[in-house]
């Protein structure tokens, strides 16, 4: 299923608001794509930002403003990056029923 995505833009002159396709924006590690929202005429607005903030959760971008906030020393990553992984392997043990 091919999958649509575009983003808001207001309109300067009391035009209505307008859909563009959605952009990419540059980044270290490749392109990142900005989450949208496809709006019609006459759909409802508080619909559309609630589309919005789902498509924001899922892409995961609170989490990774919160994550970014402060300074993280690689050794401090490192330990919760194996911590988590602890947790994924304890977590599949006891859906197989081994624990």
């Known amino acids: 299923m091919l999958?649509?995505?575009?983003l808001f833009m207001w309109?300067?002159?009391?035009?209505?608001?307008?859909?563009i396709p959605l952009t990419t924006i540059p980044h270290k590690k490749g392109v990142s794509l900005v989450p949208g929202v496809f709006l019609?005429?006459?759909?409802?607005?508080?619909?559309?930002?609630?589309k919005f903030k789902k498509q924001c959760?899922?892409?995961?971008i609170l989490s990774?403003?919160?994550?970014?906030?402060?300074?993280?020393k690689p050794s401090?990553?490192?330990?919760?990056?194996?911590a988590a992984a602890r947790k994924?392997?304890?977590k599949k043990l006891r859906k197989a029923g081994l624990i």
């Open 3 to 6: 999958k649509k995505d575009f």
């Open 11 to 19: 309109c300067i002159g009391g035009k209505p608001l307008t859909i």
């Open 40 to 50: 019609n005429d006459g759909e409802n607005f508080e619909l559309a930002i609630k």
């Open 57 to 60: 959760e899922k892409a995961g």
């Open 64 to 72: 990774e403003l919160k994550k970014r906030q402060h300074y993280e």
């Open 76 to 82: 401090v990553k490192r330990k919760k990056k194996e």
């Open 88 to 90: 994924r392997l304890m």
